[in-house]
């Protein structure tokens, strides 16, 4: 008998028999990984007996004893993971456990990932209420950026745009502005991106501040900018240096209107410019003949 049973082992495969030899550890691990209290184990076993049923409301009751007591959002998300195969059947008992896990969440990864599971889930408000926690308590662009990166990654581009609205109000000087332009850009969010080039635009003291942004601009494909930035440097010239300019840049990026009203107001401030320097000229002239007629010279001055 003893041959016969050494016999069938040796046909059994080895890694199979290794893997039986093993089974009891790994049972003993995925338990381990679970983080549930063992009580909660047992519940989840239930739900999920109950499940594979077909049973869904004493899988649902099943589920939400079982995280009751669980003590992190690891063991929610453990929890959840193992109704992920049961697919909309078992919504109300996912939603249980996102519900532990949010209510659980202290740190910006736990609510990352609660955010991001309950949106894979379908339960909107719960993402709402953890992305507004985590946006609300983030203060640093470059983690806001990730965010944002990651949700676009996911397909959740309102999400992307919450952290880049928040990010946005953290930003305080021109190069994190430009950086700001650039990742929204990327991450397609170009309403953005045009917000913070038209307040970097306005915030300009010169014209020559202004074109300094155009470049940009080009390399983005954003033309109605270009145009923003001539149509404001049009009202802020303050000179004949500043209108040409405008005039060279309006040229060069086929803008014909804008050409024809800097040329305009360009001769128009050469005239003033003349008319101007013809009223001094002529004062000084009517200044220095008063000075030298010496009647007038003996004048009683004015006031005495």
């Not at 995925?30 to 549930?36: A, C, G, I, P």
């Not at 999920?48 to 992190?72: C, F, H, I, K």
């Not at 109300?92 to 949106?119: D, M, Q």
């Not at 800097?262 to 401030?269: D, E, H, L, T, V």
Request: proline share 4%; glycine share 4%; hydrophobic share 45%.
């Amino acid at each position: 008998m003893a041959k016969v049973l050494n016999l069938r082992l040796s046909k059994i495969p080895a890694v199979l028999l290794l893997a039986c030899l093993l089974a009891p550890t790994a049972v003993a691990k995925s338990v381990s990984e679970s983080n549930l209290p063992p009580v909660g184990d047992q519940q989840l076993k239930k739900s999920l007996s109950y499940m594979r049923s077909g049973n869904w409301q004493r899988g649902t009751e099943a589920t939400e004893m079982a995280v009751a007591g669980a003590p992190d959002v690891k063991a929610c998300l453990y929890a959840l993971s193992q109704l992920d195969k049961f697919g909309a059947q078992a919504n109300k008992a996912r939603r249980a456990c996102l519900a532990k896990a949010l209510n659980l969440a202290t740190t910006h990864e736990e609510l990352e990932e609660v955010a991001f599971k309950a949106r894979q889930a379908g339960c909107f408000d719960l993402s709402k209420e953890a992305l507004d926690s985590l946006v609300g308590s983030t203060t640093s662009i470059p983690q806001l950026t990730e965010l944002a990166m990651k949700a676009q990654r996911s397909a959740l581009p309102d999400v992307a745009h919450i952290a880049m609205e928040k990010a946005y109000k953290l930003v305080n000087n021109e190069p994190d502005a430009l950086d700001f332009v650039k990742q929204c850009h990327d991450m397609g969010l170009d309403d953005l991106s045009r917000q913070a080039l038209r307040d970097l635009v306005d915030d300009q003291a010169s014209v020559a501040d202004m074109v300094k942004f155009l470049p940009t601009l080009e390399q983005y494909k954003m033309m109605d900018m270009v145009r923003y930035v001539l149509k404001v440097g049009l009202d802020k010239a303050k000179d004949t240096d500043e209108m040409l300019l405008v005039y060279d840049n309006a040229k060069k990026y086929e803008q014909a209107d804008i050409v024809k009203v800097a040329q305009f107001r360009g001769r128009k401030m050469v005239l003033l410019k003349k008319v101007k320097t013809e009223e001094a000229t002529r004062a000084d002239a009517e200044a220095k003949k008063a000075e030298n007629d010496p009647a007038k010279a003996l004048q009683r001055p004015t006031g005495f």
